[in-house]
């Protein structure tokens, strides 16, 4: 029997800069600066996606760039992609979340953000090439649907997308596929919330974009825990099948990350850490996870590709229908 105390290993290392982005290095007025979608550009530079919530409380993205992917930051010095609800009804009330993901058969970026609609949140995708012009696609998925991000290739001749879909039996991870990013369908189950006492009990949906790996695709997900002071957002691992990647392979019972330090125990929400992004050095094997803090700033913590696939290997097994 594997006891949850087993699987404590520290597989995540906070930076010692952390936070590394807050409102206060924000070249324009801004409550907050969270949840930031990432990527590595060619030349190396890292460039966060930042969601920038202002005094209305809506959201809006800018970019960040660092050559080092902790500081000397260069901060857009206006919002990059802001909420167009003229156009695009659904973004009334901001834009949120963005997820990055470079597919090389199009040569472009896919940002797949939330659109805070009237009707609820949903989920919207946009293409780019420099992240200065970006091409909508509108709503894709309509309320109550958020933590999108796509897969990096066609898979069958598909693309495949994961998201998180809020239904009358819970608030579970999902992933639906299409043959040309705009139309949506095949929708399957792939992970499911826990029940009762679980880290994972109330609600789970994706951090960071999948990752490809030799053993499959690696997911970092967020699970919450109602209490009585509110939720608390931890973060799990599970891997998918390379080529059915809505076949989950393993997941682990215990949480790898929670909130610990101050900036992540205290804040607009506290006890939040909630990642949209990640890099992966020039290693191959370190991962710098960018996450929001307490829904008020940015922090990095990194760790070892094979450290967390080995972990998942020792302590995760199959989703059991029973067990949740
Ligand atoms: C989720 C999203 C995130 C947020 C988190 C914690 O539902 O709205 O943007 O960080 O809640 O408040």
């Known amino acids: 029997m594997n006891y949850p105390n087993d699987h404590h290993e520290i597989l995540f290392h906070r930076h010692p800069k952390n936070p590394i982005l807050t409102a206060a290095d924000w070249p324009y007025p801004a409550n907050s600066v ?3 979608g990432a990527t590595l550009l060619p030349d190396g530079t890292t460039l966060l996606l930042c969601r920038v919530e202002d005094r209305r409380g809506h959201s809006h993205l800018t970019v960040a760039r660092s050559p080092n992917g902790v500081d000397r930051w260069d901060i857009d010095p206006h919002p990059t992609l802001e909420p167009d609800p003229k156009n695009y009804p659904e973004e009334a009330w901001g834009i949120e979340d963005p997820r990055i993901t470079y597919v090389p058969e199009l040569g472009k970026y896919v940002v797949a953000y939330t ?10 995708l946009a293409l780019t ?12 998925l309509p309320p109550v649907d958020k933590d999108a991000a796509l897969l990096p290739r066609r898979i069958g001749g598909r693309w495949a997308m994961i998201h998180r879909t809020v239904g009358p039996l819970g608030a579970h991870i999902w992933m639906s ?5 705009r139309h949506w369908g095949g929708q399957r189950l792939i992970l499911e919330a826990r029940r009762g006492a679980w880290w994972d009990a109330e609600k789970i949906g994706l951090g960071p974009p999948p990752i490809e790996t030799p053993r499959g695709w690696l997911i970092i997900y967020h699970g919450v825990r109602r209490t009585v002071s509110g939720g608390i957002y931890r973060l799990g691992l599970a891997l998918f099948d390379l080529e059915r990647p809505e076949r ?34 020039a290693d191959g094997q370190t991962l710098n996870l960018y996450y929001g803090s307490a829904d008020t700033c940015v922090a990095l913590a990194t760790g070892q590709l094979s450290a967390l ?4 290997e020792r302590h995760g097994r199959p989703p059991d229908a029973d067990e949740v």
Do not use: K, M
């Open 177 to 181: 596929f299409s043959p040309d990013l």
């Open 309 to 312: 696939l080995d972990w998942l």
């Open 248 to 281: 989950c392979l393993l997941r682990g019972d215990a949480w790898v990350f929670g909130p610990e330090a101050p900036y992540e125990r205290f804040g607009d929400v506290n006890n939040i850490v909630f990642p949209c992004g990640y890099t992966i050095g």
């Open 115 to 124: 659109s805070y609609s009237h009707g609820g949140p949903g989920v919207s």
């Open 129 to 140: 090439e420099d992240f200065q012009r970006f091409e909508r696609l509108g709503v894709v």
């Open 34 to 36: 969270f949840n930031p």
